[in-house]
């Protein structure tokens, strides 16, 4: 199966995650790099809304495998943006967090919001991924690359 979905700009990425009701696509590369969110979603499009520590490991999965499925490895992750509920799941966050990273851990700004889409959704995250040059999502529809050289 074809994992990449070209048109001019932008390449959408077949992360293998439940189609979505939202219009948006999990991951989209451009100009050289990976974008994509996650949150807590199962397999079967479900959310999980347990215990912050599995809606951790769950979102940094689904992220796992964007990336990979893109072409990337976490070491490639250059960004991440968490959005959680209670600030202080940060402890637990980070402890999860460094199951999927190692030093040196990518930039990363973490903000407690007010609320997210679906309720007892406690996390949700961005991404940005610098893409390996040999990558053919790090390449727009005329073969030019872009991004990091």
Do not use: C
Not at 17 to 32: H, I, R
């Amino acid at each position: 199966m074809n994992t990449l979905v070209h048109s001019p700009a932008r390449q959408i990425v077949d992360t293998g995650l439940p189609a979505l009701a939202q219009p948006f696509s999990w991951a989209v590369s451009a100009s050289g790099l990976l974008f994509t969110a996650h949150g807590p979603v199962r397999d079967d499009g479900t959310i999980d809304t347990g215990p912050i520590r599995d809606q951790a490991r769950l979102t940094f999965s689904n992220l796992r495998r964007a990336v990979e499925r893109a072409g990337a490895t976490m070491h490639d992750v250059a960004q991440v943006l968490i959005y959680i509920m209670d600030v202080r799941d940060m402890r637990e966050i980070d402890t999860v967090y460094r199951e999927f990273f190692e030093a040196p851990y990518p930039n990363r700004s973490s903000m407690a919001v007010a609320g997210l889409v679906v309720s007892g959704m406690k996390i949700e995250i961005v991404a940005y991924v610098a893409l390996p040059a040999d990558n053919p999502a790090a390449t727009d529809a005329t073969g030019a690359r872009h991004g990091p050289q």
